[in-house]
């Protein structure tokens, strides 16, 4: 059985800071490496099958700025809570 903290993922909210998994492999890089990154959510955006179940996030990359959609089971953890 999967553990609860795998699916992190669908309590994240907007104004969440994230840890995303980075989807493009680098060049030069062995295959089993992981990159990561920190991002801030700005929105989330539900599927059609139900709007409340996330299935993309839009995210601010906290270093450069960059806004990406990214897919919402990339998210490994939640670092830092919207306030309230």
Known sequence: MTSPE??????????????IRDEKPLENTQNDRNDYWIGQ???????????????????ADIDNGEIV???ADTVEKILKKADN
Not at 43 to 57: M, V
């Open 41 to 59: 959510v700005i929105d989330c955006i539900g599927g059609a099958r139900n709007p409340n179940s996330w299935t993309l996030f839009q995210v």
């Open 6 to 19: 795998t699916y992190e993922f669908l309590f994240v909210k907007p104004g969440d800071h994230v840890v």
């Open 69 to 71: 959609i990214i897919n």
